[in-house]
């Protein structure tokens, strides 16, 4: 089965900084998932990649997918307060209709 | 896109009961999941809830222990029985069209099992 590794597990930024977070796959992604939550809600969606390269941008949140499509990058820039939560990334897995997620990315913006 | 609607919100229950959740959405929709995260954890499938079917389990989740139903395409609920500490978690539910296509989530209900 598929397995999404992401890193760093948790981060810690000053507002106005930028940051990365990464999402790599043991298999070829067949669409990329980024989904972020506020601490004990649900899941607000974010982005989808499923082209080799492809990047995609809204606010100051911007996701790539790799040319060969096991990585994925979530870039902020200028974090600010309310950019604080946690990033989840998620892909479908074989044949399955339904995503699977990598362990998450607890981001804490201070102000 | 869904708008989806999970009631209770969050709910404190004794060890040894059982509590339903429920997930409404605003349009008909042919999957729905149904996930538990567990405290510091990632989202675990728990199971796929299929109109006018039983459900299908995922490894490790059972019937018993996880009832569902799905009596429409804009409905579903998941029962937690005999509830021990090991239940808290959020559990979330899921509507998507299939692969390739975006998985909405709901608020997720948040459980505390004393």
């Known amino acids: 089965s598929q397995e999404l590794e992401q890193s760093p597990q948790s981060l810690i930024v000053q507002e106005g900084k930028n940051l990365t977070i990464n999402c790599t796959s043991s298999k070829t992604l067949y669409g990329l998932y980024w989904y972020k939550q506020k601490y004990g809600e649900g899941l607000i969606f974010l982005m989808m990649l499923q082209k080799g390269g492809e990047e995609k941008s809204h606010e100051k949140i911007t996701a790539k997918l790799d040319e060969k499509k096991q990585q994925s990058s979530l870039h902020i820039t200028a974090s600010q307060p309310s950019h604080a939560g946690i990033y989840l990334c998620g892909a479908y897995s074989g044949s399955a209709r339904q995503l699977t997620f990598g362990s998450g990315t607890q981001l804490t913006v201070l102000p | 896109s869904a708008v989806i609607s999970q009631k209770p919100s969050r709910d404190i229950c004794q060890r040894g009961t059982s509590l339903t959740i429920q997930c409404q959405v605003d349009s008909q929709v042919t999957m729905m999941f149904w996930y538990r995260q567990q405290p510091g954890q990632s989202l675990t499938l728990i199971a796929t809830?299929?109109?006018?079917?039983?459900?299908?389990?995922e490894s490790g989740f059972v019937i018993d222990k996880f009832p569902i139903s799905r009596p429409n395409l804009t409905f579903s609920t998941l029962t937690v029985s005999n509830m021990s500490p090991e239940d808290s978690s959020i559990y979330l539910c899921?509507?998507?069209?299939?692969?390739?296509?975006?998985?909405?989530f709901g608020p997720g209900t948040r459980l505390l099992v004393l």
């Open positions: 899921s509507v998507g069209t299939g692969r390739g296509e975006t998985q909405y």
């Open positions: 809830a299929n109109q006018g079917s039983e459900a299908t389990y």
